[in-house]
């Protein structure tokens, strides 16, 4: 966490993207001159309010969207490339599950579209069914599970390719605050044993300070990038972050970032 | 549709009351067909003492009793099989082969959605045509057999199928599409895992529909020219005032209707119990 940035190697680079819809001369900018690199093994939050284009964003990334102006690059390719090969998984807000199938067929879906066979994969599929703590669910369809229950098979099917980076588009941000905390922590606890290279969309500041390494903030109408927020998350029990100093002081860096942009505060701290 | 399994806030499986949830749910089984089977014996029975009669002032040689419709039925049991078997035949048969050519006229429009809108649409138009003017016209190509009669089915159920086939193909979810795409899944895998699945739901309902359609379309073109089956024998026994024999031929049509509506109903449930409609309360 410490490396000099110099040192660290670069995942994926935004150079000066921008990103307009709707016919010309009606046109609306969700995305204007955005430029940020984020780090290989990262956990990297985009934070701001609706409509400051950070899901926009995430799909740019996923190459589910073009963007007007400038370019990105992952891993020192063009996005389409990488999703080509399938090198991140994506988690929406919506879990996104086919109805059709149950926990475990919902999970080994990527598999299956990558064409490999069943017993090459089954054990795999159960492993991420073990670890997403789904295991006497994994026959059960989706509309027998809980919204986080949900969202924890969208999170494993995510990794069922082993994908170095993981795409995160406000996952947590339907769910009730308990069960919010909870996969907070066990998305933590993933990103500990997998060490991927996790981009989290949210509109939460605690959300993105609790789980954040760098955070970076964007402000609205046109989306731009407001600040980037270095060193966020303290090392050690992720389980009492939220009561330390430090989370604390974090909270409120961040957060004026956001009133000194409506100049709410006039830049006084709260 | 979350509301069903369990409550979205809690993130554990809420332990059901089995044994009270089982016996609710027997007892308004059991209520469910209490009600409507006594309401049937009720009909029968004030059609039998001659209810209807006396209200719409009808003779019996104008309405049989029920009693005497059986006795026909009795009477008539062999050619009653085997036209019923012969009607069967033009219904499955006709439903089954309009049902799939909507369908592949649906799935080759959802490929090419843009040429394919207005295929469909030209072939909705076909739900225009009256079969009484379709009829005389599919026994001028195809004679007075089973072939005929299946192409008037085939006809009225084919736009049916194709509508509302093209309407679940076409409204997949967004973002299960992005999802696909975010696993470089080609256009046949994005057919076969997503659009296909999440379509049958509407195939279904097209051919519970289209059933019920086809037997209008088979009876109505034996109407015209044929020399065996249900629609046959129906319109023949009007022509001879024999009121029972045409009345057995009504019942068995519409028990027909009943058995295949059923047929089409369980395969659903084997099909898709995924779907909301099928999940168990």
Redesign the interface.
């Known amino acids: 966490m410490h490396l000099s940035q110099a040192a660290k190697k670069a995942e994926i680079i935004v150079d000066q993207v921008s990103m307009r819809f709707g016919k010309k001369g009606h046109e609306v900018t969700a995305l204007q001159n955005v430029s940020f690199k984020i780090y290989r093994n990262e956990f990297v939050s985009l934070l701001g309010p609706s409509g400051c284009g950070k899901s926009t964003l995430l ?1 740019l990334m ?1 190459d ?1 969207l073009e963007p007007t102006e400038g370019q990105i690059m992952i891993q020192d390719e063009h996005p389409r490339e990488v ?4 090198k ?3 988690v ?1 807000q ?1 879990p ?1 599950l ?3 199938r149950t926990v475990k067929q919902n999970i080994e ?2 598999l ?3 064409g490999q066979k069943k017993s090459q994969y089954s054990a795999l599929t159960e492993q991420l069914i073990e670890m997403v703590g789904l295991s006497s ?1 994994k026959h059960y ?1 989706p ?7 949900q969202q924890r098979v969208a999170i494993a099917r995510a990794l069922s ?1 082993d994908p170095p980076i993981l795409l995160m588009d406000e996952p947590f941000s339907a769910l ?1 605050e ?2 919010k905390e ?1 996969l907070q922590l066990e998305l933590l606890e993933i990103k500990r044993k997998t060490n991927k290279t996790i981009v989290f969309v949210t509109h939460s500041i605690p959300e993105a300070v609790y789980l954040s390494d760098r955070i970076i903030v964007l402000s609205a109408h046109p989306g731009r990038v407001h600040s980037i927020v270095d060193n966020v998350r303290e090392e050690g029990d992720p389980s009492h972050i939220r009561e330390s100093e430090r989370f604390h002081e974090m909270m409120k860096t961040v957060r004026n970032c956001f009133y000194e942009e409506s100049g709410f505060l006039d830049g006084q701290t709260i | 549709m979350k509301e069903m399994a369990v409550p979205q806030s809690a993130d554990n499986i809420r332990p059901k009351p089995a044994a009270l949830k089982k016996g609710r749910a027997l007892k308004s089984k059991r209520s469910a067909y209490l009600l409507p089977s006594g309401f049937g014996v009720l009909f029968l029975l004030i059609w039998q003492l001659k209810g209807f009669h006396k209200v719409f002032h009808l003779e019996q040689y104008q309405l049989p009793i029920p009693s005497s419709i059986a006795v026909s039925i009795r009477e008539n049991v062999d050619v009653l099989w085997s036209y019923s078997l012969y009607t069967g035949s033009e219904i499955v048969g006709g439903c089954l082969a309009g049902s799939l050519f909507g369908l592949i006229a649906a799935v080759a429009a959802s490929f090419f959605p843009r040429t394919g809108r207005g295929g469909i649409t030209l072939m909705a138009s076909l739900n225009a045509v009256p079969i009484v003017a379709l009829a005389p016209v599919m026994n001028n190509w195809f004679g007075d057999g089973v072939a005929s009669k299946m192409a008037i089915v085939s006809v009225m159920t084919m736009a049916t199928m194709a509508v509302s086939a093209f309407k679940g193909l076409r409204s997949i979810d967004p973002t299960s599409i992005e999802l696909m795409n975010s696993y470089a899944a080609g256009k046949f895998q994005i057919f076969a895992k997503l659009r296909f699945r999440s379509a049958l739901p509407h195939v279904f309902t097209a051919l519970k529909i289209n059933m019920s359609t086809s037997i209008i379309g088979a009876i109505v073109g034996e109407f015209f020219i044929s020399s065996r089956g249900l629609g046959y024998l129906l319109s023949d026994q009007i022509k001879l005032a024999n009121m029972p024999l045409a009345w057995s031929c009504i019942v068995i049509a519409a028990l027909l209707g009943i058995i295949l509506y059923y047929i089409v109903q369980v395969i659903e449930r084997l099909v898709i119990p995924w779907h909301i409609a099928q999940r168990k309360q």
């Open positions: 799909r996923a589910l999703r080509l090969r399938r991140f998984g994506i929406f919506n996104t086919f109805e059709w879906l990527p299956e579209v990558l669910f369809y509309w027998q599970l809980s919204g986080g229950m390719l009730d308990f069960t909870k």
